[in-house]
């Protein structure tokens, strides 16, 4: 052979073998089913982040501060009994139309409370039945937010960054633009608003169109597909558990952040808004507060572009520097020094999240994720509400300034401890292959599991 066919075969050997040593398109993440499905919830989140400054400005000069309280309980407290149920309906019935429907339930309750404060003082009985039917409506809603994203979106990690951002904005504009329609108009103005959130959301949702399932195991996640038949709600609750129990990472993180919510989350709030508020004014903590709004917005953002290839591990990073959070308000720090450490503990937690939410899609069978999911909701939400419950009493005890330290020596409690669980630590980003089998159960313990560890730790 001569020296130029031998090149000529090597020229020809390079160019065929080209098109496979091109990586890969990254796929477009703004088609017509996200950008249906990031409205939906961009608006939703706008409506909810203005309800609690709605029912404090607006409940609070009827019924005091107890009848605001007993009213956000009165909500939490249903969602946490409710939630449960909400990720079976999910499953069975499918998340696209849960969530349909919940919008719609909320559209009556917040419709009904606007028209309510529009003709004049509604008694506390309408506030309470309103905030349970809306408590409920949210726990039929949530659970199927996880299983939407897998289903809308090829590339679950770049979704939950962007809808992280988006709620992010939610939050910063949400509360002060509920305190200005208040100032302006009146309290009806903020809730009928909220209504017509939630009426576009739920007209968003009804516009997607999912692909068909491919086998009967993802007909329940399927926005459309029809019911299961032959297995009991018991049953149903049941399979949830099991799966949510058969991941060490998973339930060891929700133990971590159910601490977290009674140390850290829940008295938060409360305590870091006397103490500033007390020292610097109410204006502060509001600056105070829009600074963790912007944290939030870059953590996501960076979450956008970092793919670590152990997401969890790099969530525990970030999140030791949340630490700061807590810290700086305990030790009395300056304004600036609040701004800058209440920005970096909201891009820290931000960044966690993202990792956490793709995890949790992408490691679970999407025929039992929103059941799997609504565990996880049940377990985290109920620690906060205890902490928020206990904040108070706690202060008779001891100082604000002192029970902040606890909160931050807790945080980085909690780190070490995600550190120091193996199928924490070494759980690896799934790959497009990793959550292509319907049913397969992706992050599973096991002699070598998908999680990335050598067995089931303790």
């Known amino acids: 052979m001569t020296t130029a066919q031998t090149k000529n ?31 939906a919830r961009a608006v939703s989140l706008l409506g909810d982040a203005m309800m609690p400054v709605a029912a404090a400005l607006a409940v609070g000069p009827l019924y005091g501060i107890s009848g605001v309280g007993f009213v956000l309980g009165i909500w939490t407290g249903t969602f946490v009994l409710l939630v449960l149920f909400g990720g079976v309906f999910a499953d069975r019935f499918g998340a696209r139309r849960m969530m349909v429907g919940a919008d719609l339930v909320r559209v009556l309750t917040q419709g009904g409370l606007a028209a309510a404060f529009f003709a004049g003082s509604p008694p506390f009985w309408l506030l309470a039945t309103m905030a349970a039917l809306a408590g409920a409506a949210v726990a039929m809603f949530l659970p199927g937010v996880n299983g939407m994203v897998p289903l809308v979106a090829r590339e679950p990690q770049r979704a939950n960054a962007t809808l992280k951002v988006a709620d992010a904005f939610a939050h910063l504009l949400g509360p002060a ?31 997607i169109r999912l692909a068909p399932a491919a086998t009967a195991t993802d007909a329940p996640v399927g926005a459309d597909s029809p019911a299961r038949t032959g297995s009991s709600l018991r049953r149903d609750l049941r399979q949830g558990w099991q799966e949510f129990r058969a991941r060490t990472w998973m339930w060891a993180v929700i133990l971590i952040w159910v601490v977290y919510g009674v140390l850290l989350f829940g008295p938060l709030v409360p305590l870091s808004s006397t103490l500033i508020g007390a020292r610097l004014g109410p204006n502060a903590y509001g600056l105070v507060v829009s600074s963790l709004g ?41 304004l600036p020094v609040l701004l800058a450490c209440h920005a970096l503990g909201g891009g820290a937690l931000a960044f966690w999240s993202v990792m956490w939410a793709t995890s949790v899609q992408t490691h679970t069978p999407p025929a039992v994720l929103n059941r799997v999911t609504a565990y996880e909701l049940a377990g985290s939400v109920s620690g906060i509400a205890l902490g928020q419950i206990l904040a108070g009493p706690a202060t008779a005890l001891t100082s604000p300034g002192r029970l902040l330290l ?23 980003r799934a790959t497009p292959a990793d959550t292509g089998g319907p049913g397969a159960p992706e992050g599973r313990d096991g002699p070598v599991g998908r999680d990335g560890s050598d067995g089931p730790t303790a």
């Open 294 to 334: 912007v944290g939030t917005v870059l953590g996501g953002l960076l979450a956008l572009r970092l793919r670590p290839a152990r997401p969890l591990a790099a969530g525990a990073v970030a999140m030791v520097l949340y630490t700061v959070l807590p810290l700086c308000v305990a030790l009395g720090a300056d």
């Open 177 to 207: 633009l509920a305190g200005l329609l208040i100032a302006l108009t009146s309290a009806g103005t903020v809730y009928a608003i909220d209504a017509g959130t939630f009426l576009l959301s739920a007209l968003c949702l009804a516009l």
């Open 9 to 39: 075969q090597t020229e020809t050997a390079a160019r065929t073998e080209s098109p496979t040593t091109t990586p890969p398109a990254r796929p477009p993440l703004w088609d017509r089913r996200f950008t249906l499905y990031f409205t």
């Open 406 to 428: 606890v909160s931050a020596g807790t945080c980085l409690a909690g780190c070490v401890a995600l550190f120091a669980i193996p199928a924490i630590r070494t759980l690896h």
